[in-house]
């Protein structure tokens, strides 16, 4: 049974940094693409980045790109996003996403989320 789970939430002012970590397990981490998306109350869940199976290839939503970095540790099991330069506008739930191919709009498998709450 493959499960994500996301941890590292929580309650910020704009301007601050965060770094959201998902655990996988049941699945070999190695050999599968990791994402972040989001979903702010309202609207529709978006894409953030995704990261290779090795960590050499990334890809970010141009919201996000230069003020988040997403990572992997493959001896872990673990993905991280490193959120910095936060603004309101990055208020949401934030799912961890894994998958043979994890694209801007489908993944294979979803974590629960955690929610990142940032005020002006």
């Known amino acids: 049974q493959v499960q994500l789970v996301e941890s590292g939430g929580g309650l910020v002012q704009a301007g601050d940094s965060l770094r959201l970590s998902c655990a996988a397990s049941?699945?070999?981490?190695?050999?599968?693409?990791m994402g972040w998306f989001r979903q702010a109350p309202g609207k529709e869940r978006e894409f953030v980045a995704v990261?290779?199976?090795?960590?050499?290839?990334?890809n970010y939503a141009d919201s996000v790109k230069g003020r988040f970095t997403i990572s992997r540790d493959n001896a872990k099991n673990t993905v991280y996003l490193q959120m910095n330069s936060l603004k309101p506008e990055d208020t949401a739930v934030y799912y961890c996403?894994?998958?043979?191919?994890?694209?801007?709009?489908?993944?294979?498998?979803w974590g629960q989320g955690t929610q990142v709450t940032v005020s002006s």
């Open positions: 990261i290779g199976w090795t960590g050499g290839s990334t």
């Open positions: 049941g699945l070999t981490f190695s050999r599968n693409a």
């Open positions: 996403a894994a998958g043979p191919i994890v694209s801007s709009n489908s993944a294979t498998y």
